[in-house]
């Protein structure tokens, strides 16, 4: 197997020696990537069965109110979320000072413990046991201590790449890391969906075991830096943290473009699954198919980009790419607007749905929206790990983590407080659409600052 690049500074991996002979396959069968490539596959693999499976559990089976459902499902997303938050700058701070494959292995190790106080959760509910009083709330504490792992892994995915991968490799491994991601929550989406719920509570403990051996596989990644004190104090250090990172136009740009972007998708998975029983008048497994829907189109449209940029990091499709979310994201509003409901709480099956003359072009914008915000968001990312010396990869990473889920923390509160007020599920998906046009202008300001950057010193702006 190839051997992991040796780490060099400089600031968007200037400095990479040249790939030796062993480096240059094609990094699927590269250890230098492919361990990384299981673990985090694994890893949102698990986190999606999980989250589905008790979504959807709960949802269906437990409550019978479109404002509990809706309430419940921003919960759950509210929580997953916000150890994001809390812990970035902290999560940062530890992947810069020491091994990043180190701390791999201890977060996948954690991940088992919290995966087993999810299953008991989940088996709770099933047996009708202390369903509301201890049930629900194992399953919510496990699915905060998801977040927590999630948030300790988070900046290492993208900041460990600069250090294994070559310069003209960034892109491409942040696209496959992207995409995988989404192939991911497609799998364990489709599986909690068509699964009962005590098969899944013993597959989230199978499953962060395996995540934990490959992640002993991936090769070494140690500090780039000195290390330095790490400041404990969460809310001190997130300030500090993201104040550091934001000083560059080009990475602040990013930072907020994604962190919309996220919002986007936070609200539209918190609407699926009570959109789908109550709107659409699906199974669960009509719920768990517009999921999947959704995480093909961001895998295909992060696959896509990179082709397009032909491994180039740049900002290019961007501001085109998400107004043509948000044109989709209009358009599955009106044909949810006209959809004809069962009466007398009748669910539609996947076969019954599609029999409908509204499912396919319901299916094909759902499709739309996703691959359109996949082809915006992965060039986005490849800016923060390339355009930051390699010393400070994972704290951005971090700081973007910060301010990203600051943002969905925000957009799960607004569902929860429009869910209260009264507002239609439906009405709700215009505010994603409206978020796509400011996405839209912050990827056109990032658009000219990097042709900005790339102009001679001394050259006129314009």
């Known amino acids: 197997m190839d051997q992991p690049s040796a780490p060099v500074g400089g600031v968007g991996g200037a400095g990479l020696h040249p790939a030796s002979p062993d480096q240059t396959g094609p990094l699927l069968r590269s250890r230098r990537f492919l361990p990384l490539f299981f673990t985090q596959f694994l890893g949102a693999f698990n986190d999606n069965l999980y989250k589905t499976a008790m979504v959807l559990f709960v949802v269906y089976a437990i409550y019978n109110s479109e404002s509990a459902e809706g309430t419940f499902s921003a919960l759950a997303s509210g929580l997953f979320i916000l150890p994001f938050f809390l812990l970035s700058a902290i999560a940062g701070q530890l992947a810069d000072n020491g091994d990043k494959a180190r701390i791999i292995r201890r977060v996948k190790l954690l991940e088992i413990v919290l995966m087993i106080i999810g299953a008991a959760g989940l088996y709770l509910a099933w047996r009708g046991i202390a369903v509301n009083t201890i049930a629900i709330p194992l399953m919510l504490l496990a699915l905060f201590l998801t977040g927590v792992q999630s948030a300790f892994f988070g900046p290492i995915k993208y900041a460990i790449l600069p250090q294994h991968l070559r310069k003209d490799e960034v892109l491409a491994g942040t696209g496959w890391v992207e995409a995988g991601t989404y192939i991911a929550i497609l799998a364990g989406t489709i599986i909690a969906g068509f699964i009962p719920v005590e098969w899944a509570a013993g597959a989230i403990i199978v499953v962060a075991v395996a995540g934990y051996f490959t992640g002993r596989q991936v090769p070494p990644a140690p500090a780039q830096q000195t290390p330095e004190p ?233």
Request: charged share 10%; hydrophobic share 55%.
């Open 230 to 462: 790490i400041d404990l104090h969460f809310i001190r250090a997130s300030i500090d943290l993201v104040r550091k990172t934001m000083h560059d136009r080009r990475v602040f740009l990013a930072i907020i473009a994604i962190s919309f972007f996220w919002t986007i998708g936070a609200v539209l998975f918190i609407h699926f699954p009570p959109l789908v029983k109550n709107v659409i008048t699906g199974t669960k497994e009509v719920a768990s198919l517009f999921l999947v829907i959704f995480s093909v189109g961001v895998a295909i449209g992060s696959v896509s980009v990179n082709a397009l940029l032909k491994g180039t990091v740049s900002a290019r499709y961007s501001p085109v790419s998400v107004i043509a979310m948000g044109l989709f994201v209009v358009l599955f509003y009106l044909l949810a607007m006209n959809w004809t409901p069962l009466p007398d709480d009748r669910l539609l099956s996947i076969p019954q749905f599609f029999s409908r003359p509204l499912a396919i072009p319901m299916m094909l914008s759902l499709l739309g929206i996703a691959v359109a915000g996949g082809m915006f968001v992965v060039p986005l990312y490849a800016f923060l790990t390339t355009f930051v010396p390699q010393t400070q990869t994972a704290r951005t990473i971090a700081a973007n983590n910060i301010v990203n889920s600051g943002a969905m923390v925000g957009g799960s509160l607004l569902v929860s407080l429009m869910t209260g007020l009264g507002v239609p599920i439906t009405q709700q998906l215009l505010i994603s659409a409206a978020m796509c046009l400011v996405s839209s202008y912050l990827g056109k300001l990032l658009l000219e600052a990097e042709r900005q950057a790339e102009q001679p010193v001394g050259a006129n702006a314009d």
